[in-house]
């Protein structure tokens, strides 16, 4: 028993003692004044910056956009028929020339209908014309000009002036003007059955092939033109405002070997909803040098117009937008700059003073009226940075 209150009074005293050592420490630490901390602005950081200085910039804008044919059109059957084939065959990638014959709609019974309406003709007018000759001499002979020229395999001649009115109330009498008319109309829907190429292009679709019964509008296939190509270059519609119709540019190949001049004809009136781009389309011919195709993608160099009065900085310069840092007497200086187009690592601005010592590259970390230095007006040295962090009121 006597040893065990020897322990307990051992090890109480041993926790006491501990425990006091511990808060006397804590107290000593509590005591103990804090070495002064040097405020951020004493810290001197090094900038790069450039003068404001305005001037007269010409930027060029480069965008990507995608070669599409100027002139995408249907053969679209204007008779009823069985398709015949034309000078070249009616197969999708087929390419041909202006004027070839595409294709045709059999047209034999229309053929022969109108020579047996010109033989009916020609037997009216075979009936009239002793009558001119003995009421109308001094038009005979033109009639009979008139009545020679018709061929079977031709299109009528034209029809003689009518200036004599006794002379048109006979004509009209015998339906000789109502007739001329009718088969001159025959002839026009005989041309209806020949199907010609309206430019040099290809043949990117084919619905019905040689053989097949069309009707009148059925959609034969689908032609686009291959000499005369555009690129079609969606470009933002802040910067499209840069880009003018006629203006001269550049397209290039994606590995920018081949390069081709264009011209801009066409800028769209409406702004793409998922893109908010407008689409700017650049005329390129096609009939020299290296061959472009449609749905090729193109690098396009517009020459830009000329921005007066403004000056060029890096993009990441630029923080919030529209702000940037200057230098005021050391120390930076938050200013707001009146963005006026942006490129792709640069943008083009005003609104600040000419003379002003703006940041031309990305601060991190930075606050306003920190204390910076210029980079090439003063050089930051060890003995420099030593001495700062040495004299806190300097």
Known sequence: TMNWRKITFVVAA???????????????????????????????????????????????????????????????AE????????????????????GQLIASIYSDEVELAIK??????????????????????????????FFNSIEMDKTLPELPEI????????????????????????????????????????????NFEVGAYVNAGGQIAKMIRTDELEVEVPVENGQSRWIKIGDKVQVYSRNKEIVKPGVVVRKSDFVDPSSQARSIFVKVNNSTGEEL??????????????????????????????????????????????VLKWNETTLIFNGLEEGEKIVAEPLIN???????????????????????QNNPNS
């Open 293 to 338: 195709y449609t749905g090729e993608y193109k690098l396009v160099v517009f020459p830009g117009q000329v921005i007066q009065k403004s000056m060029e900085i890096p993009r990441n310069a630029v923080f919030n937008s529209n702000e940037v840092f200057t230098v005021v007497d050391g120390k930076l200086k938050k200013k707001v700059i009146n």
């Open 79 to 98: 008779a009823s028929g069985k398709i015949l084939n034309g000078q070249v065959p009616l197969r999708k990638g087929t390419s041909f020339k202006k």
């Open 116 to 145: 047996a309406r010109k033989s009916h003709y020609l037997t009216t007018l075979s009936n009239l014309l002793p009558d001119i000759k003995m009421d109308f001499p001094d038009r005979y002979e033109s009639y009979l000009q």
């Open 366 to 388: 930075a606050k306003e009226n920190s204390q910076v230095g210029i980079l090439g007006e003063e050089i930051p040295t060890q003995k420099n940075r030593s001495e700062k």
């Open 163 to 206: 200036k004599n009115e006794q002379l048109k109330i006979f004509l009209s009498s015998r339906s000789v003007i109502s007739e001329y008319y009718g088969i001159q109309q025959d002839e026009k829907r005989l041309e209806r059955h020949q199907l010609y190429a309206p430019f040099n292009g290809t043949i990117a679709q084919v």
């Open 14 to 76: 041993l926790i006491i003692l501990l425990g006091g050592s511990a808060a006397l420490s804590m107290l000593f630490v509590s005591m103990k004044p804090e070495p002064p901390r040097n405020p951020d602005n004493s810290i001197k950081r090094f900038v790069k910056t450039e003068t404001v200085a305005y001037s007269d910039i010409v930027s060029p804008l480069a965008r990507e956009g995608r070669m599409v044919s100027s002139n995408e059109v249907m053969l679209v």
